[in-house]
């Protein structure tokens, strides 16, 4: 995928034939529905990725060539997971006609994984709108292999490694973890409280029904020695 960026600001220094649309610069990102080829990205930059391609829409151009406006692209989301440090960087050419030269490119080298139905999704629309006689339907958007040339100014950029988002989601699962386990011993310890409670009342009740026995028992065992003492006397 390219994502081509114009300057505002045009070259004075260079005739308008040289570059006809003032400073271009495009980010290359590459995506590979195999996971071995991919990098290992967290289940956040997954997200973002999915969250892209479900918003183009593919799925929903049909044959009679409706036009779709999507009510968002989330790009900024897709770009703000994406390692831009580590690049190659040349000057090359739009890969559109009528490709103009002299187009600064900088193609990420990670790899990107892509679900497989993004990918069916847009094969079926390039079927579908490619004019016959480029091939696209046949071949998609595959150019001949050339060899880099001291023009084209190949360089690898490597540079800090981005924030391991893995790493925060590891310590956000861990957060999480603990946060449960202290509620669950949190209500161990309520029910244990509750249970505490319950069986000091049950247990006073039943002291108090004692006591209120023993005290019934005397009462009787006195009227009985007084009837005793009537009758003797």
Known sequence: MHIVHQGNDQIPTVSADEYPLGKLGVIGVMFDTDTTKTAN??????????????????????????????????????????????????????????????????????????????????????????????????????????????????????????ADDSVQEEETSAAAAAALALTIIFVIVVLIAMALTVYNCVLWEEVKKLESGDADAGAQELAGEDKTKGVEA
């Open 41 to 162: 990205v967290s289940k956040a930059t997954v997200a973002a990725i999915d969250n892209f391609f479900d918003n183009l829409m593919y799925e929903k151009i049909d044959d009679a060539g409706k036009t779709i406006i999507a009510d968002e692209i989330a790009l900024g989301q897709l770009m703000a997971v994406l390692n831009l440090n580590d690049r190659f960087i040349y000057t090359g050419s739009l890969t559109t006609p009528p490709c103009y030269q002299k187009v600064f490119f900088n193609v990420l080298s990670n790899i990107y994984p892509i679900k497989k139905y993004h990918l069916d999704y847009y094969i079926n629309v390039v079927k579908k709108r490619a004019v016959p006689a480029t091939k696209a339907a046949d071949n998609g958007n595959f150019r001949k292999v050339r060899d880099a040339t001291d023009k084209h100014k190949l360089i690898f950029v490597k540079g800090d490694p981005p």
